[in-house]
T-cell receptor, first 115, second 113 residues
Framework: AQSVAQPEDQVNVAEGNPLTVKCTYS??????LFWYVQYPNRGLQFLLK??????LVKGSYGFEAEFNKSQTSFHLKKPSALVSDSALYFC?????????????FGDGTTLTVKP | KAGVTQTPRYLIKTRGQQVTLSCSPI?????VSWYQQTPGQGLQFLFE???????NKGNFPGRFSGRQFSNSRSEMNVSTLELGDSALYLC????????????FGPGTRLTVT
């Protein structure tokens, strides 16, 4: 079985400050990890993924995430938050050699960036 | 490249009716997955189709069904609608290799009254 936990339902940061959205996972073997963002009344948009290689992954809109195998975490980060980053963020995990339908999504974290 | 499209975007139905939602994946994507999103339950996986075959299924009752056509377009059907079926239904397409991410459509907002 596999699972994803996003321990914070809500994260609030001030514009210009660094932001972190947390994700921990449980899966047998090596994980494939993904971050998606959802703006109001929209579908999810892919931000970045970790498949293999460098533990620090860079993605769209200045976001990055660090894969930490010992802590089974894949936290999403951005050095300087923008008000336009306010949205709902989802972390997802999948085992290698499985297809998209085998992805498990977290419950989501609402990020609010205040001016 | 055009993104994933879903029709209709909004739908209002009455309890007991049935509904059909449509999804057109990104060109070249043969995997199509459907999800139900509600405030209380988050993102729940319904089913995944690949090459007209259902290859994964979530824990939903048999009232929820789907199919995929030879051009990879997919439909999902919900029969005998219940109030609890009110949700945003998302479709996602993907290339068929495990390393690839999913691309989501804007969703169909279904309201059951």
């Amino acid at each position: 079985a596999q699972s994803v936990a996003q321990p914070e339902d809500q994260v609030n940061v001030a514009e210009g400050n660094p932001l972190t959205v947390k994700c921990t996972y449980s899966v047998s073997g090596n994980p494939y990890l993904f971050w998606y963002v959802q703006y109001p009344n929209r579908g999810l948009q892919f931000l970045l993924k970790y498949i293999t290689g460098d533990n620090l992954v860079k993605g769209s809109y200045g976001f990055e995430a660090e894969f930490n195998k010992s802590q089974t975490s894949f936290h999403l980060k951005k050095p300087s938050a923008l008000v336009s980053d306010s949205a709902l963020y989802f972390c997802a995990v999948r085992r290698p050699n499985t297809n998209a339908g085998k992805s498990t999504f977290g419950d989501g974290t609402t990020l609010t960036v205040k001016p | 490249k055009a993104g994933v499209t879903q029709t209709p975007r909004y739908l209002i139905k009455t309890r007991g009716q049935q509904v059909t939602l449509s999804c057109s994946p990104i060109s070249g994507h043969r995997s199509v997955s459907w999800y139900q999103q509600t405030p209380g339950q988050g993102l729940q996986f319904l089913f995944e189709y690949f090459s007209e075959t259902q290859r994964n299924k979530g824990n939903f009752p048999g009232r929820f069904s789907g199919r995929q056509f030879s051009n990879s377009r997919s439909e999902m059907n919900v029969s005998t609608l219940e109030l609890g079926d009110s949700a945003l239904y998302l479709c996602a397409s993907s290339l068929d290799t495990d390393i690839y991410e999913q691309y989501f459509g804007p969703g169909t907002r279904l309201t059951v009254t």
